[in-house]
Nanobody
Framework: VQLQASGGGLVQAGASLRLSCKASGRTLSPYVIGWFRQAPGKEREIVARISWRGTVAYTEDSVKARFTISKDDAKNTVDLQMNSLKPEDTGVYYC???????????WGQGTLVTVSS
């Protein structure tokens, strides 16, 4: 399986971006797909995840209020809609496929999001 993340860019605070994680090689089911963020000088952290059943979870209340994770089984993609972006959202965003044991089986290459103030 190959995961390809796209959609990053340079935007001003308050703008929106939509990231997309596309899988090729096999279906994303039954993986949990997570979107991760690695801010400059910090460790990678999970931002949101969605199960193959469509159950979603967000790690921070501030993210939950502004980001929406969704999947399109027909397109084999998982998107992260990010609204009201803040400078602290800056970082490289990765998507990953998490198996039932909680292991990260596959990673996308990352897409850079830069939010200027």
């Amino acid at each position: 399986v190959q995961l390809q993340a796209s959609g990053g860019g340079l935007v001003q605070a308050g703008a929106s971006l939509r990231l997309s994680c596309k899988a090729s090689g096999r279906t994303l089911s039954p993986y949990v797909i997570g979107w991760f963020r690695q801010a400059p000088g910090k460790e990678r952290e999970i931002v949101a995840r969605i199960s193959w059943r469509g159950t979603v979870a967000y790690t921070e209340d501030s993210v939950k209020a502004r980001f929406t994770i969704s999947k399109d089984d027909a397109k084999n993609t998982v998107d992260l809609q990010m609204n009201s972006l803040k400078p602290e959202d800056t970082g490289v965003y990765y998507c990953a496929a998490i198996n039932q044991a909680g292991d990260y089986d596959y990673w996308g290459q990352g897409t850079l999001v830069t939010v200027s103030s």
